[in-house]
């Protein structure tokens, strides 16, 4: 008879060690889903940044373009000289200095 209650508490205090142990991983193995969580979260935020400042960098490198392709029409216009008179250049003048 005590030959068999050894044998019972021990199998009991091994189901029981058992428990525990498993309690104590899937606790951490919880707080280790959380913190995964918790990064994703955080990626995709940075994701959604950078995917905002491309099209933000894209935008610039537009408007760059159009602005450089403006200024080439500009240089390759000719701009021809007016014959003016002096009273014409002088009025001008005068009446520039007045808008000031």
Do not use: C, H, Q, R
């Not at 050894?6 to 058992?18: A, E, H, P, R, W």
């Not at 969580?37 to 894209?58: A, F, L, N, Y």
């Amino acid at each position: 008879m005590k030959n068999l209650w050894k044998y019972i508490t021990g199998l009991f205090s091994f189901v029981v060690g058992l428990l525990v142990l498993s309690g104590k991983k899937n606790k951490k193995v919880k707080e280790i889903k959380g913190k995964i969580k918790k990064v994703k979260s955080k990626v995709k935020k940075v994701d959604s940044k950078i995917k905002s400042t491309k099209k933000e960098g894209d935008a610039i490198k537009k408007s760059l373009a159009s602005k450089k392709k403006a200024l080439k029409e500009i240089k390759k216009a000719k701009f021809k000289k007016k014959n003016v008179s002096k009273k014409d250049a002088a009025n001008f003048l005068k009446k520039y200095k007045k808008k000031k």
